[in-house]
T-cell receptor, first 114, second 116 residues
Framework: AQSVTQLGSHVSVSEGALVLLRCNYS??????LFWYVQYPNQGLQLLLK??????LVKGINGFEAEFKKSETSFHLTKPSAHMSDAAEYFC????????????FGPGTSLSVIP | DGGITQSPKYLFRKEGQNVTLSCEQN?????MYWYRQDPGQGLRLIYY???????QKGDIAEGYSVSREKKESFPLTVTSAQKNPTAFYLC???????????????FGPGTRLTVL
């Protein structure tokens, strides 16, 4: 079955350190991939999306992600963490049989230590 | 301001009562979605609608019902048949990406439902 895995339900980084949030997916067709961020008690906000153009995708707030087909990965990175980056992050992949839907990963909670 | 509104933000109901969550969008999107989010879990799709007067069940539709009489509105009713309704409910609308057939989804602020 199609799935999205996010390694590490919780990640802690120091302020100013590199942020790396991992996402692996399974799909038998070329995927469309998304990263969303959620702050407490709020909805989800799109950070960036991969739509089969450039493999390195730049998003908002200094985040970027690289699509690696051979590794079926779409990891999210940011060179220098800021306190305001503390939130829940979700990776999502388009569903194989219905492009109207996406499948969400379980999420990774990011903490930033001052 | 264009966007998606959900009301109320917090909702409390007694067990056995039906409750309806509101979702309105003024983005002129055809597609709309309802998700359920539980602590430590990702989003699970309840229902979705690609066009007015049409909707499909998602992965966890049992105990829920929806209607789509207007493009702007997609209310969700949590019925007494839903065994564990306490959760955070998120509504989204979707528009096709310019680069492909996939919908990019835009989310509302959510409604936290607590059943006592």
């Amino acid at each position: 079955a199609q799935s999205v895995t996010q390694l590490g339900s919780h990640v802690s980084v120091s302020e100013g350190a590199l942020v790396l949030l991992r996402c692996n997916y399974s799909s038998s067709v070329p995927p469309y991939l998304f990263w969303y961020v959620q702050y407490p008690n709020q909805g989800l906000q799109l950070l960036l999306k991969y739509t089969s153009a450039a493999t390195l995708v730049k998003g908002i707030n200094g985040f970027e992600a690289e699509f690696k087909k051979s590794e079926t990965s779409f990891h999210l990175t940011k060179p220098s963490a800021h306190m305001s980056d503390a939130a829940e992050y979700f990776c999502a992949v388009s569903e194989e049989t219905s492009y109207d839907k996406v499948i969400f990963g379980p999420g990774t909670s990011l903490s930033v230590i001052p | 301001d264009g966007g998606i509104t959900q009301s109320p933000k917090y909702l409390f109901r007694k067990e056995g009562q039906n409750v309806t969550l509101s979702c309105e969008q003024n983005l002129n999107h055809d597609a709309m979605y309802w998700y359920r989010q539980d602590p430590g879990q990702g989003l699970r799709l309840i229902y979705y609608s690609q066009i007015v007067n049409d909707f499909q069940k998602g992965d966890i539709a049992e105990g829920y019902s929806v209607s789509r009489e207007k493009k702007e509105s997609f209310p969700l009713t949590v019925t007494s048949a839903q065994k564990n309704p306490t959760a955070f409910y998120l509504c989204a609308s979707g528009m096709p990406l310019l680069a492909g057939p996939v919908n990019e989804q835009f989310f509302g602020p959510g409604t936290r439902l607590t059943v006592l």
